[in-house]
């Protein structure tokens, strides 16, 4: 997160240091090594980055992109989104997850094959399904319940999003519909302790 608000400051050729406090870093956990060039991060570490801008670049989103480099586009948003979730920032992981959307939804500079727009298809349910997760999290219940909904448009019968929508109807004392739709995720998925 320090890096997403340092370097739009900068100009190309600029080098610049950013002392980051934890929160804007690896957070609370730190980070354990994903590979050998990573180091360990130890909890609530500060960190200083030096940071070269080399060049600036249009924003992907705004110029067309191909249906492939949507879906990686969309897909590194999400991961980025799922990165923030597991270590508790909630308020990141819906801004990722939100950026994926974006991405998921870009112009394109071809229409997607059929192969592709079911990947598109499945990403943007899975970007929703984490918006939602992320939004109750932040007690957005309004807002989960919307990616629900927008959830159940693209695939009506999506077990995780019926059984959310079934719960957060039920905690606004809508309890038919929430019989309703708490019913079907048990019908797709009975062997869901939830």
Do not use: W
Not at 69 to 92: I, V, Y
Request: charged share 30%; with cysteine.
């Amino acid at each position: 997160q320090a890096l997403e608000l340092g370097v739009p400051t900068m100009r190309p050729g600029e080098v610049s240091f950013f002392l980051a406090a934890f929160p804007y870093g690896y957070g609370r956990p730190g980070s354990r090594r994903c590979s050998r060039r990573e180091p360990d991060v130890p909890p609530e570490a500060p960190l200083l980055f030096e940071v070269t801008l080399l060049e600036v670049r249009d924003d992907p989103e705004a110029q067309p992109l191909s249906p492939a480099a949507r879906l990686c586009l969309g897909s590194q948003r999400r991961e980025r989104g799922n990165f923030h979730f597991a270590r508790g920032d909630f308020e990141a992981a819906l801004g990722s997850y939100r950026l994926a959307l974006r991405a998921l939804d870009g112009p394109s500079t071809a229409p997607p094959g059929p192969e592709e727009e079911e990947e598109l298809r499945e990403q943007r349910i899975k970007c929703l399904n984490n918006c939602a997760a992320a939004e109750l999290k932040l007690e957005r219940t309004d807002e989960a319940l919307a990616s629900c909904e927008a959830v159940l448009r693209i695939s009506p019968d999506n077990g995780r999003a019926l059984l959310r929508r079934g719960q957060l109807l039920a905690q606004q004392g809508r309890d038919e519909e929430a019989a309703v739709d708490l019913r079907r995720a048990l019908e797709l998925d009975p062997a869901n302790k939830v």
